[in-house]
Every structure is written in structure tokens, then in C-alpha cells.
């Protein structure tokens, strides 16, 4: 249970990253200045429909991965559904349509938006619990603490993350 909370929180977590941040670069791209706190607001708007279809993504990723032989699966379609916060925020396209396109800007791309925005994502996911790790070892700090500081890497490995996947989708588009 707590896999799965975990899980969606992280999903949701990250699309509206992803989804501030294509917003801020669509912006910057027009010449005007925008902070992240004005890119969540341009994603406002917009939030319900994005919530409800990354919660159409996560729900079939969460069933695929609760069983071992179909984790393939789920990688798959985690890679060919990654562009689906840009897609929403600034295509206007919701649930399944959302899917579809995301799907369609990866196909025959699936190699090089696996590598782009898979390998940041492990990165970004990995950093903070292995920084927590090294840290339980190597110091006696509370582990409340030691928490925070790999609850606080995560945070900051996060809109790098969605900078990437924000520029595959440019990329995917442009082509």
C-alpha cells in the first residue's frame, strides 16, 4: 500500500513539474520572464484534466507492476506515455487522446526518449535514497534528518528531469 501511494504521489508530483516547466520554457521561448511560482500558476487552468490523465497512466503502471513478468510492460508504456505533462499542458489534449499523442510523439523515437528521460528519471530517483543510504552509514545523524536531506535531493533532481523530457517533447514535435 505504501508502494502504491508512493508511487502515485511521485507520478503526480512529477507531471505537474513537467508540465510548470514546459509552461516556463514556452514562455522564455517568447521572450518574457517567468518564475516558478508564475509557471504553476500558468499550469492551473489546466491541472484537473492533467491530474486525471496521469491518473489514467499511473493506474494500469501500478497493476503491470505489481507483477514481476510484466515490469517490461510497464517500462514501455512509462516510456511511450512520458511525454503525456506537455502534452496536456500545451497541446490541450486529455486522457486517453493525451496518451495516444504521447505515444505517438515516441514512436520510432523510443530508444532515444528511453535514454534522455529514463536515465534522468533513475538519476533523479535513485540520488536521494542512495545519498540517504551512504549518510546512515557513514554519519549518526537522526535518520528523521537523513530523511529530509534525500526528501530535499529528490526535490532539487526533480525539474531537472522535467527540463529534459520537456525538451524530447520540443524535439519529438519539431521532427
Same mark, same amino acid.
Given at each position: 500500500? #505504501?508502494?502504491?501511494?508512493?508511487?502515485?504521489? +511521485?507520478? &503526480?508530483?512529477?507531471?505537474?513539474?513537467?508540465?510548470?516547466?514546459?509552461? $516556463?520554457?514556452?514562455?522564455?521561448?517568447?521572450?518574457?520572464?517567468?518564475?516558478?511560482?508564475? $509557471?504553476?500558476?500558468?499550469? =492551473?487552468?489546466?491541472?484537473?484534466?492533467?491530474?486525471?490523465?496521469?491518473?489514467?497512466? /499511473?493506474?494500469?503502471?501500478? /497493476? &503491470?507492476?505489481? +507483477?514481476?513478468?510484466?515490469?517490461?510492460?510497464?517500462?514501455? =508504456?512509462?516510456?511511450?506515455?512520458?511525454?503525456?505533462?506537455? /502534452?496536456?499542458?500545451?497541446?490541450?489534449?486529455?486522457?486517453?487522446? #493525451?496518451?495516444?499523442?504521447?505515444?505517438?510523439?515516441?514512436?520510432?523515437?523510443?530508444?532515444?526518449?528511453?535514454?534522455?528521460?529514463?536515465?534522468?528519471?533513475?538519476?533523479?530517483?535513485?540520488?536521494?535514497?542512495?545519498?540517504?543510504?551512504? =549518510?546512515?552509514?557513514?554519519?549518526?545523524?537522526? =535518520?528523521?534528518?537523513?530523511?529530509? /536531506?534525500?526528501?530535499?535531493?529528490?526535490?532539487? +533532481?526533480?525539474?531537472?528531469?522535467?527540463?529534459?523530457?520537456?525538451?524530447?517533447?520540443?524535439?519529438?514535435? +519539431?521532427?
Amino acid at each position: 500500500l #505504501a508502494l502504491v501511494i508512493g508511487a502515485v504521489l +511521485t507520478f &503526480l508530483g512529477l507531471g505537474l513539474v513537467q508540465a510548470a516547466t514546459a509552461c $516556463a520554457l514556452v514562455e522564455l521561448d517568447a521572450g518574457r520572464e517567468v518564475g516558478p511560482a508564475d $509557471a504553476y500558476r500558468l499550469v =492551473l487552468p489546466r491541472l484537473r484534466p492533467l491530474l486525471r490523465t496521469i491518473a489514467i497512466f /499511473v493506474i494500469p503502471w501500478i /497493476v &503491470l507492476t505489481a +507483477t514481476a513478468f510484466l515490469i517490461p510492460v510497464a517500462l514501455w =508504456l512509462a516510456v511511450r506515455w512520458c511525454l503525456l505533462a506537455p /502534452v496536456v499542458e500545451l497541446e490541450g489534449s486529455v486522457g486517453i487522446a #493525451a496518451l495516444r499523442r504521447s505515444g505517438s510523439l515516441v514512436h520510432r523515437r523510443w530508444i532515444r526518449v528511453a535514454s534522455l528521460v529514463g536515465v534522468s528519471a533513475a538519476i533523479a530517483l535513485i540520488a536521494g535514497p542512495l545519498l540517504g543510504v551512504a =549518510l546512515i552509514f557513514l554519519t549518526d545523524a537522526p =535518520l528523521a534528518l537523513l530523511n529530509l /536531506v534525500a526528501g530535499v535531493v529528490y526535490a532539487l +533532481t526533480l525539474p531537472y528531469v522535467a527540463i529534459v523530457t520537456a525538451y524530447v517533447y520540443f524535439d519529438a514535435r +519539431t521532427r
